[in-house]
């Protein structure tokens, strides 16, 4: 599998950590940053790798932070995306079996390197499940064409 993996300086340990991992389970990963503990913003490095994903360079991606939440939230804005916060097991899991997640997200600050190996091994072997879950999905992604409107037109 291609990973694409990014993230800022305060992901970055935990980056290098995981970049060892996926290279030791013979995946090929796609490092696209940052490469210090230097500070940066991390928005360019997130739709980095979500570009990476969504544009078929990569089978899934990683973004890693200080809590994961604007590292998701920032893949999240590239279009076909669907990044997950996935700071323990039971989110992992879920992310891929029912929302079909393409991008993890996961704080550095917030996960040490033996429950994020734990987290991106069972994310990376989880399936999707399909079925109901198939059209929730289906629905996500009309939303994401209308920007903002329910597939009916109206929240409810």
Known sequence: ?????????????????????????????????TDSEEPVDYPRYCAAVGRAVVGG?????????????????????????????????????????????????MGGRVVGAGLATEIVELWLSTDFDGGRHQRRLDQIAELESRFGESPEGSAR
């Open 57 to 105: 360079h990569a089978d899934r991606g990683i973004v890693l932070g200080g809590s994961g939440q604007g590292e998701q939230l920032s893949a999240n804005k590239v279009r076909g995306v669907r990044a997950a916060l996935c700071n323990d097991l039971y989110t992992a899991r879920l992310s891929r079996a029912h929302n079909d997640a393409n991008v993890l997200s």
């Open 1 to 33: 599998m291609r990973v694409a993996i990014g993230g800022d300086h305060a992901g970055f340990a935990l980056k290098s950590h995981l970049v060892g991992v996926l290279a030791g389970l013979a995946h090929d990963v796609i490092d696209l940053g």
